[in-house]
């Protein structure tokens, strides 16, 4: 199986991805919350980065790729909180 995870990659692995026509970098993103006392607060940005990998895997084969860690966010509500975006932010991501 080709290695799609750039944390597990090592800086050759990742120049050598770079230099290639079409390499794609994926960044995982996903909410920090509270999903009730049952669940982990980062378990939107873990199922985020589990579909990055997935889907990196699939088409690995054709396409050069490396699954980025994954990056959380909190959504704030009513004010603008350190780590948080407006959807129109992510947008220009």
Known sequence: MIEVEWTRMTA???????????????????????????????TDTASASEAAIRAARRVAAETPVAVLPGLWLRKARNERAPHSLRRHDLGRL
């Open 12 to 42: 050759p692995d990742l120049r050598a991805i770079a230099m290639q026509k079409a390499a794609l970098a994926i960044l995982p993103i996903g909410s920090l919350e509270q999903h009730g006392p049952h669940l982990p607060v980062v």
